[in-house]
C-alpha cells in the first residue's frame, strides 16, 4: 500500500529597490556599482540561510501538531550534551529506529552534522582522523563519519544530525516556477538623472519529515 503524510507552506515574496543617481555612478571611484549583483546575491543567500536555520532554532510544529523536534517524534535527545561517542552514538541509534508510516524500519544513516560556533572546537576534535589510538579505547569511532556544517546563526551549544535528503527528507525548499532565486531588473531613468536595480526573490521552505533529523539542545 502507499501511505503518505501531507505538510503544507507557502512562498514569499522579498526584495528590495537600489537607486543611484547620476552624479553618484560618475564618482564611483570604488566601483560600488558594479559590485551591487554580487552584494544582492549574497543578501539572497542570506535571506534562504535565514529561512532554513529558523526551521531548526525555531522548532515549528508538523502537520500532525507536534514540534518538529519532539519526544513524540523520537528525534530529540532526553538529555542534553555536546557532541560525545555518548551523544552521537544515542543520536544516530534514534535515527536509525525510525519507522516509516507502515511501522517497518527505514534505516536513517545522519549525514551531516550541524552546529554553531561554540561546538566548533568539540566537532573537530570527534570527527578528526588525526588522532592515533595507543589501545582499542582509545578509537575514534566517528572520525569522518559525518560532514560538519557550521552556521553562526546557531547561537548556543545546540546540534543537530541530518540525514542525506536524497535518502529521507528533511527541509525542503522551493521558488515561484519559473524565478529560481532571486530575478534582477535595471531601469534606466530619463526624468529622473539616474538608474535603479531591482531584485526581487519569491522563496519558501518547510520540515516535511522529521525522521531525518534529529536534535540535541547541548549544554
Not at 21 to 26: D, G, I, L, Q, R
Not at 54 to 71: C, H, Q, R, V, Y
Amino acid at each position: 500500500s502507499m501511505l503518505e503524510s501531507a505538510e503544507k507552506y507557502k512562498l514569499s515574496k522579498s526584495g528590495r529597490i537600489i537607486s543611484l543617481s547620476f552624479e553618484m555612478m560618475v564618482n564611483d571611484d570604488l566601483g560600488a556599482f558594479g559590485r551591487i549583483p554580487q552584494m544582492i546575491a549574497s543578501a539572497a543567500r542570506a535571506k534562504e540561510a535565514n529561512v532554513i536555520y529558523g526551521i531548526l532554532n525555531d522548532n515549528p510544529n508538523m502537520s500532525d501538531e507536534k514540534a518538529l523536534f519532539s519526544t513524540d517524534h523520537k528525534n530529540l535527545a532526553s538529555t542534553a550534551g555536546v557532541p560525545s561517542e555518548a551523544t552521537l552514538s544515542a543520536a544516530c541509534v534514534a535515527m536509525f529506529e525510525q519507522t516509516n508510516l507502515a511501522g517497518d524500519p527505514i534505516n536513517v544513516k545522519p549525514k551531516f552534522l550541524v552546529h554553531g560556533p561554540q561546538n566548533l572546537v568539540t566537532v573537530k576534535k570527534m570527527l578528526s582522523t588525526d588522532m592515533l589510538a595507543t589501545k582499542s579505547g582509545d578509537i575514534n569511532v566517528f572520525k569522518g563519519e559525518f560532514v560538519p556544517v557550521l552556521d553562526q546563526r546557531i547561537t548556543d551549544k545546540r546540534w543537530f544530525l541530518l540525514s542525506d535528503p536524497a535518502m529521507c527528507d528533511t527541509i525542503e525548499y522551493a521558488y515561484l516556477d519559473g524565478m529560481e532565486g532571486v530575478t534582477t531588473e535595471t531601469q534606466y531613468g530619463f526624468d529622473v538623472d539616474g538608474v535603479a536595480v531591482k531584485a526581487r526573490m519569491i522563496f519558501g521552505a518547510k520540515a516535511i519529515d522529521y525522521r531525518g533529523m534529529y536534535k540535541n539542545a547541548g549544554a
